[in-house]
């Protein structure tokens, strides 16, 4: 049996729905083994959706007291999803996910998983309607993360793909593209740091498969990387959501194990299909 578990945790404290005592609630009632928290760390230049500086000290307080609550029920973690650009910093976590949310371009940060028209305009303004310049620079900067924010997770690799479902705003086979990513994979796959399967945009209803697509997940497994399953939720409701087929993906992908935080540390276990 897999021992589910869910590190990608957004909370009331940055901009998820619901508070962390509501989210473990909810995780055991899905049969949690674990449940690591990873609020967005502070971006001075976008501060709406991330967790105001002067609350950090209070959240990691918060999620070891519910820690110490639960600690009978189900294990704990508290950890920070730090994007390339935030400068908060990172003492005090159990883990890190680290990820890419903008493109820096002109001086103007560029929100890669806002709205469509919000990207779309982006790439008219900066790339004259260029959208595999923009994936270059997208993977450019995933290519920086582990060494910016010394990541143990890497988060949403393709999030630049959250708003083409069908290939509506580029083709994911384009050459420029797959060169740009792959190059990321390799660059990334060269540490210990794991990927993500992140199903939040299948419970948000903007993909129906999670990131990284198929054809990616192939390369992460290619270039001798590792994986653990994520819901990226941001309400109790969604706590284990598409996690069943993240483990299909990954079998036919040819993955045979998967990681997922233990008080050991991270600690491989078998997907092997049977």
Do not use: W
Request: contains cysteine.
């Amino acid at each position: 049996m897999i021992p589910y578990s869910n590190l990608h945790t957004h909370t009331s404290y940055s901009d998820g729905a619901n508070t962390p005592e509501e989210m473990i609630c909810a995780a055991l009632e899905a049969g949690c083994v674990a449940l690591g928290f990873s609020d967005h760390s502070f971006t001075p230049f976008d501060p709406d959706y991330c967790m105001a500086r002067e609350r950090e000290e209070e959240y990691q307080s918060e999620i070891r007291r519910l820690a110490a609550k639960y600690q009978s029920q189900i294990a704990i973690f508290c950890g920070i999803e730090q994007d390339l650009y935030s400068s908060s910093p990172r003492e005090g976590y159990d883990f890190i996910i680290g990820s890419v949310h903008y493109v820096l371009k002109n001086e103007e940060y560029i929100p890669i998983d806002n709205t469509p028209e919000i990207l779309i305009n982006a790439v008219n303004k900066h790339y004259n309607g260029d959208f595999y310049a923009l994936a270059e620079d997208y993977y450019a900067a995933v290519s920086q993360i582990i060494d910016k924010t010394h990541c143990n997770i890497i988060g949403h690799f393709d999030l630049i793909t959250k708003f083409n479902e069908g290939n509506t705003l580029f083709d994911e086979t384009n050459p420029r593209y797959l060169a740009a990513a792959k190059k990321a994979i390799h660059k990334c796959a060269s540490g210990k740091t794991l990927f993500e399967i992140n199903t939040g945009a299948i419970s948000r209803g903007y993909r129906k498969t999670p990131y990284p697509s198929f054809p990616l997940l192939r390369e992460i497994l290619k270039a001798d990387a590792n994986v653990l399953f994520s819901s990226d939720c941001h309400s109790a409701k969604t706590i284990l959501t598409g996690f069943d087929f993240a483990v299909k993906q990954a079998q036919l992908a040819g993955f045979q194990q998967m990681y997922a935080l233990t008080s050991d540390g991270l600690m491989p276990f078998s997907i092997a299909a049977k």
